[in-house]
């Protein structure tokens, strides 16, 4: 039933630019909050950002004004837009909602480096 699906990771240089997608099912990102988490290695799993039904977005410290949410109802799918990356960023990253919190997705390698 409730199935999420990251994609868009991969190796990028530092100050460059990644999006990644999630695509959702059995859940409604137009209804429900959807989030971004990331764990690096040996770390524990870091929320990152989130988005609520009405539209409003939050982001953690470390992320923001570089990362920006934002999601498709249409497609019923969330991205995060990461800019200005930076080698703390490299972690596998993974999307979520409020609702169903119990369910993710295989989540999406982003590593950066030189």
């Known amino acids: 039933q409730v199935q999420l699906v990251e994609s868009g990771g991969g190796l990028v240089q530092p100050g460059g630019s990644l999006r990644l997608s999630c695509a959702a099912s059995g859940i409604s990102v137009r209804t429900y909050t959807m989030t971004w988490h990331r764990q690096a290695p040996g770390k524990q799993r870091e929320w990152v950002a989130g988005?609520?039904?009405?539209?409003?977005?939050n982001y953690a410290d470390s992320v923001k004004a570089r990362f920006t949410i934002s999601r498709d109802n249409a497609k019923n799918t969330v991205y995060l837009q990461m800019d200005s990356l930076k080698p703390e960023d490299t972690a596998v990253y993974y999307c979520?909602?409020?609702?169903?919190?119990?369910?993710w997705g295989q989540g999406t390698q982003v590593t950066v480096s030189s």
């Open positions: 979520n909602s409020l609702q169903r919190s119990d369910y």
């Open positions: 988005i609520s039904s009405g539209g409003t977005t």
